[in-house]
């Protein structure tokens, strides 16, 4: 594997790869090509190799990929071989959609962990998990050693709660409240945002 | 405002600029600068004012950018001036989540009609919405003349029913559901996957 500094761009495709080759599985299919790979996905056949070749040599001239080889390889580089416990916090219908998400399993996460500040919550259960108070969020998700955090909180508590978060020892967060948060620059943040995407759309429409 | 092509890439950092810019509208803020903006958001004040250049001349030097008169140049190029009615198709923890969230009110969306095949859903209520039969989709869309879904069924039926909505006259889909869609190269696609989003990340830390 290359040890060269590799492009944040490419590593942000890499999940999609690696979501497009589950499919292929689930097809029953064995083997598969940067063509066949990148007509699915939308991506050239070359930028997918080039995007590959960063991490080594997957596929063999003229027979492509086997893909349960690089299924498997995918999931060594974006460290998905194990899997991730992910806290909750916020429990509206946004967490409470996440804490039953049926969509983690086998591909590299699990809830472990809800939270809500209301006390008319707090103690009640979501999907399997008890919904636990705000309060203690630091101590319960340092203790069981989680690092990443999806945050469903308003708007106007999600700087303060990921900072709490970051207390905890989280290194993660993936949120759905539409503001920036500013973290120590080591802390890893995502946004999930639908009118960011629609405003990106709605530009090239009407 | 220029007639140039305008890059992909920078279409896509208009809507957070104008989220960040309600934010501090919100905070009773009349004016910013390029500078207060990108620190906001992450991004270098060099990038916004070259983003914003493709458009016009919306600030002054040495006095930045009046709040007010952005918003409303904004709002103007990414066409939310106007409220765009959105079909929800997908009725389960998320879209009913979808269906009655509060966050589209002033950013240009409304959610105006909700789809289910359950027959145990169809009839009954999400939010303020009386679930419709995924069989009246095409009629019913076309008829109301909405032009944007956001699509939250299980992965083996999101290819046939974004067909659906093409067919009737839908041209922006924002889909949750974890697989590539093929659809005419007209149709603006967008996709939302929190998966993927936790892979890119969980790449850097562990």
Redo the contacts between chains.
Sequence with gaps: MSSNFIPDIV??R???Y???LY?MEEEGKHSTSSQELGD???ISAAQIRKDLSHFGEFGKQGTGYAIPYLVDQLQI????K?V?D?VVVGT???G???A??Q??AN???RVAMVFDNDPRKIGGKVGQFIIQDMQNLIPMVQQAGI??A?LTVP?AVAQSVAENLVRAQV??I?SYA???LHLPAHI?V?Y???????????????
């Design positions: 590593v942000a890499l999940p999609r690696l979501q497009a499919q699915r996905i939308g580089i974006l460290k998905v194990q991730w992910i509206g219908d946004l409470h959609a996440i039953r998400f969509g983690f591909r590299g996460y690092k990443i999806m708007p290194c993660a993936l539409p503001v920036p890893k995502e999930i945002d639908p009118i960011i995407q629609l405003q990106h759309m709605t530009y090239y429409i009407g």
